[in-house]
């Protein structure tokens, strides 16, 4: 790890600002951007845009290589989510105007009971959290969060924020999603055993972090359902035609199996078990990407909650179009967060933050997660920051003695949780949870980033204690 985090040091003082003048223009850029979006109001996109410009700067990004900085961010954070955000919002409106939310939201509540109705709806987000992204999972449950809250009452966050948790604690910490399974291959941990530490860890965090606090939260801060939530009413299926339960839980599915089939053929390529350049391998593994995954489902539920249900090919078009309108802001806003942490990354204040914990001489698995959490909050990314952080503690995790393979899932997942803290208006993922929920950005400092932090340091704890006693 010395020399990983020698050489960062090196890189950043190699800067115009040197370390420390990095990262406290870092630091006052976010602090401008909060007053600018808190305070004076501006518009998010312009806010981001203003601020990533002049950060870029200020930080002596060179001139030439600015505006692909910019689009680079925009660009890339657009290609992760604007097709799976778009797609899965006409899946949830298929979902909301045909009656089948509804349905699904009858048939928890009926079986779980009106008080269970959140940890219901979480321990689905669990199970459903597995094989899909936390930005898609979110999307496709956000109809049957807002039904039942609608139904039951009380604020939508005492729903929607076990949902999240829920999806972020599987995206973090439980294989085959990318983060985990790269840090334990840079690591040199079991992907099989980590799937099992990372359950271990995980459903507790969540219980605590996502589910007791979403209640919590819930009980402070009402929080209303937005009103973009709602069908348009027009081209609605014929009343008293809502699918059977069997039909949306198997709509719901039907991406998820189809996204499970290219996670799990990726790690089963990735251990030699199957060829990753046979043909049928490489349809099936296209098939699973979660934009065609989605766009499958929603051309099946056009058919059997539009068509079979007495709606026309006009109407259903004008629905799925509808639908679009209500998240093209989203989309947008979570691309300029994007490349706000584009330019961070790239002016090295991920390596300067880094930098600054060379010498500390802690203790590996506590060194593991405190280089995730500054990685996370220079630019933004979980993923990312896993990854890099990961790289960045391998070298000491080699040179130790005595580790178990235990003990290597472990850092992992102590990575994982300092990947997952203080999202804040850098991480895309704040965006979107953000505008999805229609909150303003105080309301997604104090709920959505309160989380995701509970989350980081409550999973780092566990495995902390874990190390320490296995």
Request: proline share 4%.
């Amino acid at each position: 790890m010395q020399g990983a985090l020698a050489a960062a040091e090196q890189a950043a003082n190699d800067s115009a600002w040197g370390a420390t003048g990095t990262l406290a223009v870092a630091a006052g850029s976010v602090a401008v951007l909060l007053v600018l979006v808190v305070f004076v109001k501006l518009q998010p996109m312009i806010a981001l845009l203003a601020v990533s410009l002049a950060t870029a700067l200020v930080l002596g990004i060179p001139l030439d290589r600015v505006m692909d900085t910019l689009n680079e961010g925009l660009g890339g954070t657009l290609a992760e989510v604007a097709l799976i955000v778009g797609f899965g919002a006409m899946l949830g409106r298929m979902l909301e105007i045909s009656g089948g939310a509804a349905v699904l939201a009858d048939s928890l509540v009926r079986r779980f009971g009106e008080r269970r109705a959140p940890l219901a709806l979480g321990v689905a987000g669990l199970l459903f959290g597995f094989p899909i992204f936390l930005d898609a999972g979110v999307i496709i449950f956000l109809p049957i969060v807002f039904t039942v809250a609608r139904r039951l009452g009380g604020s939508v966050l005492r729903y929607a924020l076990p949902v999240a948790g829920a999806f972020a604690v599987m995206h973090a910490f439980v294989p085959p999603h990318p983060g985990p399974v790269s840090a334990a291959g840079l690591i040199g941990a079991n992907t099989g055993l980590l799937l099992l530490v990372g359950l271990v860890v995980g459903i507790p965090t969540w219980f605590v972090a996502a589910y007791g606090f979403g209640l919590w939260s819930g009980a402070r801060n009402f929080l209303e359902v937005p009103d973009n939530s709602t069908a348009t009413g027009e081209g609605t299926a014929p009343e008293g035609r809502a699918p059977g339960t069997g039909s949306v839980l198997g709509l719901l599915l039907l991406p998820l199996l189809l996204i499970f089939m290219n996670t799990g053929l990726s790690a089963l390529a990735e251990e030699g078990v199957v060829d990753s350049e046979a043909r049928a391998v490489q349809v099936a593994m296209l098939v699973g990407q979660s934009p065609i995954a989605l766009a499958v489902a929603v051309l099946v539920s056009s058919v059997a909650l539009g068509l079979r249900r007495g709606m026309t090919g006009e109407q259903i078009e004008r629905e799925l179009t509808s639908s679009l309108s209500t998240i093209a802001a989203v989309i947008l806003i979570t691309g300029a967060g994007g490349m706000f942490g584009a330019v961070l990354a790239e002016a090295g204040v991920g390596r300067a933050l880094a930098a600054a914990l060379n010498g500390a001489g802690i203790p590996i698995i506590v060194a593991a997660f405190l280089i995730a959490v500054v990685m996370r909050v220079a630019q933004g990314s979980a993923t990312v920051a896993l990854t890099t952080a990961a790289g960045f503690i391998a070298p000491a995790v080699s040179a130790a003695s005595g580790l178990s393979a235990v003990d290597l899932c472990l850092i992992v997942i102590a990575i994982a949780s300092g990947s997952t803290v203080l999202s804040h208006v850098n991480d895309s993922g704040f965006w979107l949870i953000g505008r999805l929920l229609g909150m303003d950005v105080p309301t997604t400092l104090r709920t959505w980033t309160v989380m995701e932090t509970l989350i980081g340091v409550v999973g780092f704890l566990i495995s902390w204690g874990l190390y320490l006693v296995l």
